[in-house]
Structures are given as C-alpha cells and as structure tokens.
C-alpha cells in the first residue's frame, strides 16, 4: 500500500500475527492513512481487530481512536462481547472525515441545532 498508485473499492485488513495480537506496525496513524490513500472516493475500509469485548483496554480504546483520527467515525460491531477477547468489525468510508466533536451538557446545549444541519 505505501507505494500504489492504484485505487481500490475496499481495502480489508484481517492481519495476525497470532490470534491474538496485530503486528504494531500496522495500528499506526500512518498505516491507516496509507489505506485511506489507497481507497476510490467512495471506498470503504472493512477492518477485523481482535480487541476486549468491552472495548475498555487502553489498546482498544487507542486503537480505534487511531483509526477514527484518519476516517473520522467509523462503525464498529463487537462479536462476542461477553468474551475476553472478541472480534470487533471495523467499517470507514473514504468519504467520511474527521471533525471537532464536542460534548453536549444541560448549559448550552446545541443538540437541536446539530439535529437542525
């Protein structure tokens, strides 16, 4: 991926290297990046972690955050989520991108504002 010039529809990423744990070059901002590049405008990236069911690790938590950072929001599907370990399905969309967020709070409240765009 780092050096195609070609454009792809989907780009999968479902890498190991053992059933438990994805190489650490590869939960990097710049490899997310990297099959941002490689995507059509209107490509979607399908991404199978193994991640806590929970999604309350540090690693969990910081991984998707990495890849939220380069797509802005993604969807993601936890399988199993009672299990220690679960598959979690990641999908982003080219063109999607990432945005300031805010936290909505009783004092100014901008939901419906929001709503409204």
Do not use: Q
Request: glycine share 4%.
């Amino acid at each position: 991926m780092a050096t195609s010039e070609r454009r792809f529809d989907a780009v999968v990423v479902d890498v190991y290297s053992s059933h438990t744990s994805i190489p650490s070059h590869l939960v990097t901002r710049e490899f997310w990046a990297g099959t941002r590049r490689v995507l059509k405008p209107d490509g979607v990236l399908l991404a199978n972690l193994i991640l806590d069911g929970k999604l309350e690790t540090p690693y969990a938590r910081n991984l998707l955050a990495t890849i939220d950072s380069v797509f802005g929001r993604c969807a993601v599907d936890v399988l199993h989520k009672a299990k220690a370990l679960a598959n979690v399905e990641v999908s982003c969309f080219a063109s999607s991108r990432p945005r300031e967020t805010g936290i909505y709070v009783d004092e100014k409240n901008r939901a419906d504002l929001d709503r409204a765009r």
